[in-house]
């Protein structure tokens, strides 16, 4: 079960006027609770004027080869009006301590031989570079390819990072660079990465066939497109992996919900199991935390994956679902923080 514990800051490094990385000193009790993926998250958690905010950043780091992490580092980037980003960028400091919950998440690649590549934009860097600085130190076997899109040089996260593996992997590793609001001196013109760009691209930067995973980070709208592209380029989902930072309200669709009158949720969670009623235009995940604040969760937006459970017994239907590969959704897992009941009783796992 994902916990909370609270971990000192070891380092605050400025990335951009608008961006930090935050590392984290784990003690040496924790660490086995901390070893990651590369590719996976942290849900941060701090209480304001009495209402409990969490949100979710992902590990920059390379995972260690073996050992348990001593530390960990993410990158915030700062949100206009994020009740976290803002407190992250101004206030933060060395020597503070903040509640860290384990590392989640399935938008992961463990090292192996073959080609890779990923398209990412903004921030969506961070889980990438993990994924791509474990890679390629432990596989001699792999190659990468990184597609990035920031708005300018001044505003790209990890520049110096991104730049080392590059000098560190030159065979092996490819970078492209694109940027949306500022031309550069060589390579690509400026503009967006849209679905229609992309599909002239990609086939002129590598040989899009024979890429064993696509890896793709960033808004709504970057991943949505990249996805549309490769597929038009007969690319076959289960070789595209996504992983969406952010969805502005009425950006995607919203499924709708008859709701039966009457409904309850039985949940199993940490070996211990209820049964309590469902509320009017309650998602299952509020239901149960109201009975058990021990469920887990961080954004409840459909987008971090915190909150799957499998669906024991029951319908439901998920309003949003940007983080359940559909081999998930169709082994019976749902995100419960986007779930309503259809029937009168559903019954969730969160142990599976």
């Known amino acids: 079960m994902a916990r909370f514990h609270r971990l000192r800051v070891a380092a605050v490094d400025r990335l951009t006027d608008d961006s930090v990385a935050l590392t984290l000193a784990v003690p040496a009790p924790l660490r086995e609770e901390y070893r990651y993926a590369p590719g996976q998250h942290l849900a941060l958690r701090r209480t304001a004027d009495g209402q409990e905010i969490r949100r979710t950043y992902s590990i920059c780091s390379p995972a260690p080869d073996g050992e348990a992490p001593s530390t960990l580092r993410v990158g915030v980037r700062l949100v206009d009006g994020g009740a976290f980003s803002t407190y992250a960028l101004k206030e933060i400091d060395l020597g503070d301590e903040l509640e860290v919950m384990t590392p989640a998440g399935r938008f992961t690649l463990p090292p192996a031989p073959g080609r890779y590549a990923a398209i990412v934009g903004g921030s969506g860097i961070t889980p990438v570079l993990s994924i791509v600085a474990t890679l390629l ?173 499998f669906l024991v017994a029951g319908e439901v239907r998920m309003d949003r679902n940007f983080a359940l590969e559909s081999e998930e959704t169709q082994a019976g897992y749902v995100l419960a923080c986007q779930s309503r009941p259809v029937t009168e009783k559903v019954e969730l796992d969160f142990d599976r």
Request: proline share 6%; with cysteine.
């Open 137 to 309: 130190a432990r596989e001699p076997e792999a190659r990468f390819c990184l597609i990035r899109s920031d708005r300018t040089a001044a505003s790209t996260m990890f520049l110096e990072e991104v730049a080392d593996l590059k000098d560190r992997y030159p065979e092996r590793f490819q970078l492209v660079t694109v940027l949306s609001r500022e031309e550069q001196q060589a390579g690509l013109p400026s503009g967006r990465l849209d679905r229609e760009r992309l599909t002239g691209l990609l086939p002129a930067l590598l040989p899009v066939e024979q890429v064993d995973g696509w890896f793709l980070c960033g808004p709504y709208g970057l991943v949505v497109g990249a996805e549309r592209a490769l597929r038009g380029l007969g690319v076959a989902r289960s070789r595209i992996h996504q992983e969406i930072f952010h969805v502005d309200t009425g950006t995607a669709p919203v499924a709708t919900v008859s709701a039966p009158a009457h409904s309850t949720v039985t949940a199993r969670l940490d070996g211990r199991g209820g049964t309590w009623p469902v509320r009017s235009g309650e998602s299952l995940l509020d239901t149960v935390l109201r009975n058990r604040p021990d469920a887990p969760y961080a954004c409840k937006g459909g987008v971090c994956g915190t909150c799957r459970a």
